[in-house]
Every structure is written in structure tokens, then in C-alpha cells.
């Protein structure tokens, strides 16, 4: 069985992620500590909070050290929507947060004149084709224009936009939701709310760690 690890950063209801990793035969464990983190086969950083508590949470005994040498190692790490928020530079949300600092680029509010913020519901992705064909497995394999749903008020803005694996809409404005970067795999909505599509992605994610280790 692929065995991944679940980082609890004490803010996200993890029993969604942890149900979909096993619908697809995946065994998912929650760690919460440095050494448990190095020790794992896969990181998924979950989604759920704000960006400026979740940091205090991993600093407080080391564990953003942990993630971002898991990160130079070479292992694999899937973030999911503010997990996916957390790889980048800095947030604006509340205030001016550093994040990991593994992706270079920026956290930003949507602006009101784009849609209703928050941006909540189904919406479709585009898959940069060009960007994903360069990488040996894609998690985002087939779902191409296909809906995800998404719930969140801001966006990622990678300096690297080749490493934006999709784009999506939101009013009129395209805005990142999901990123390929070395090992890491991202994305803005959240698989695990998604059906089957969700599954599907999960799905390959499990592959790709299997594949990979």
C-alpha cells in the first residue's frame, strides 16, 4: 500500500483528505511533529485556515524547517489549497505573513471588482499543457476542463508562471489553481470536495508516490 502523511498544522478538518487518500488506497497518517515529517514517503499539506496562524503553528516546533528540508530532499509534497498558499513567498491576508518561501511569489486578496469575493463553488480549469508536458506525471492527467470546487478569497501569483499547471476564472480575471514546481504539486481548490473528478486526481497522486519511491 502507498503511505503518505498528512501535515496537522492544528487548523484544517483532515477527515475528508484522510477519506479520499483511502477511497484510492492510499494509507494516510497525520503528523504533526519534525521528525515524523522527515521520516515520510509523501507530504500533503491541507487547506483549511488562515495564512498567518497556520505559519505559527508549523514554527512552533520546527516543523516548517522540517517541510521545506523534506522539500531539498527531493520528496514529494502535494499542497492543497491554503497548503498550496503556504509554499509561496508571503500572504496580505490580515496583515504581511512570510510563508515557506519554496515557490517565489505572492499571496493576494481577490478584488472585489473581479466577482463576489470569496470566489465559492465549482469552476472549471485549464491545464497549461506546455508547462505539465515537461514533467514525467502530472496529477492533473485528463482533467482538463473539468470543474473542481473551489472556496477561498485568495490567489497565488508565482514570479515562474511555468510553473502554473492550471488557470481559472473568477469574474473576469484568470488566476492560478495549480502549480507544478520540481516535486511539489499544487492546487487552489480542493480535490477532496471535488467527486470523482477529485478522485481521479488523488488517484494519480497515488501513482505518482508510488512510482517515485
Known sequence: MVNVSIVDFGLSNLNSVI????????????????????????????????????????KKNGMDKSIIEFYKKGKQIFGICLGMQLLFDESNENGKFKGLGIIKGKVRKFDNKHDIVPNIGW??????????????????????????????????????????????????????????????????????????????????????IKKNN
Open 123 to 208: 469552476n472549471k480549469i485549464s491545464v497549461m499543457k506546455k508547462n505539465v508536458n515537461k514533467n514525467e506525471k502530472s496529477s492533473l492527467d485528463n482533467s482538463n476542463g473539468q470543474f473542481f470546487y473551489f472556496v477561498h478569497s485568495y490567489y497565488c501569483e508565482p514570479k515562474d508562471k511555468k510553473s502554473l499547471s492550471s488557470i481559472s476564472n473568477f469574474g473576469k480575471f484568470d488566476f492560478c489553481s495549480s502549480i507544478i514546481f520540481k516535486n511539489i504539486e499544487a492546487y487552489q481548490f480542493h480535490p477532496e470536495k471535488s467527486g470523482k473528478n477529485g478522485l481521479n486526481i488523488y488517484n494519480n497522486i497515488k501513482n505518482k
Open 19 to 58: 477519506s479520499a487518500c483511502e477511497h484510492v488506497g492510499m494509507k494516510a497518517t497525520i503528523v504533526s511533529n519534525p521528525k515524523q515529517i522527515l521520516k515520510s514517503n509523501a507530504l500533503i499539506l491541507p487547506g483549511v485556515g488562515a495564512f498567518g496562524n497556520a505559519m505559527k503553528n508549523l
